[in-house]
């Protein structure tokens, strides 16, 4: 069975102040991680898709990599508006569906 | 604009009663899911469906009901079977069949009381 552990559940940081949040999966044949924003009382926003160790990817001030077992991803100088949860998800080879991590809710003070 | 829509964004309901919950999509998209969140959960895949007129049970499918009749349209129903209703509810769709990021619509949330 597919498992993903996100921490910290929770973070706070002054504006500017980098960080990392990070995903850890155990899947049998990784066919894709994907990580997501969601605002509160919004449906999750499509950030980034990662399929092999070494990957990264980068959008503005967010950037996701890879490797076996983990992913990162890094947030540099923040923004109060960068304040969100965010979530991870994987899937494995065999699946057609995801299967999610339960968030880090993100949020950075002025 | 393409998009999924879901409506209402807000439903209230008496324990007892069933309620049908809808989702639309003019993406193009083959794949369609429901998703149920709960606070400080993540996101537990209820039906999803590949193709019109077929779909599958996810990991919490008890207490739901789905139909797939048309490609852009996925209704889901919670039951009066479902022994915690209330929660937030997610539509997802999936561009192809080589495509699996999914692209969520903006939820609705059910209160049953």
């Known amino acids: 069975e597919d498992q993903v552990t996100q921490s910290p559940e929770a973070l706070r940081l002054q504006e500017g102040e980098s960080s990392s949040l990070n995903c850890s999966y155990t899947?049998?044949?990784?066919?894709?991680l994907f990580w997501y924003r969601q605002d509160p009382g919004k449906g999750p926003e499509f950030l980034f898709t990662?399929?092999?160790a070494g990957e990264e990817k980068e959008k503005e001030r967010l950037k996701a990599t890879l490797t076996k077992k983990e992913s990162f991803l890094h947030i540099t100088a923040p923004k109060p508006e960068d304040s969100a949860t965010y979530l991870c998800?994987?899937?494995?080879?065999?699946?057609?569906?995801?299967?999610f991590g339960s968030g880090t809710q993100l949020t950075v003070l002025p | 604009d393409g998009g999924i829509t879901q409506s209402p964004k807000y439903l209230f309901r008496k324990e007892g009663q069933n309620v049908t919950l809808s989702c639309e999509q003019n993406l193009n998209h083959d794949a369609m899911y429901w998703y149920r969140q709960d606070p400080g959960q993540g996101l537990r895949l209820i039906y999803y469906?590949?193709?019109?007129?077929?779909?599958q049970k996810g990991d919490i499918a008890e207490g739901y009901s789905v139909s797939r009749e048309k490609k852009e349209s996925f209704p889901l129903t919670v039951t009066s079977a479902q022994k915690n209703p209330t929660a937030f509810y997610l539509c997802?769709?999936?561009?192809?069949?080589?495509?699996?990021?999914?692209?969520f619509g903006p939820g609705t949330r059910l209160t049953v009381t």
């Open positions: 990662l399929y092999s």
């Open positions: 899947v049998s044949g990784l066919r894709g």
């Open positions: 997802a769709s999936r561009p192809g069949q080589t495509a699996y990021e999914q692209y």
């Open positions: 998800a994987v899937r494995d080879g065999s699946a057609r569906q995801l299967t």
């Open positions: 469906s590949q193709i019109v007129n077929d779909f």
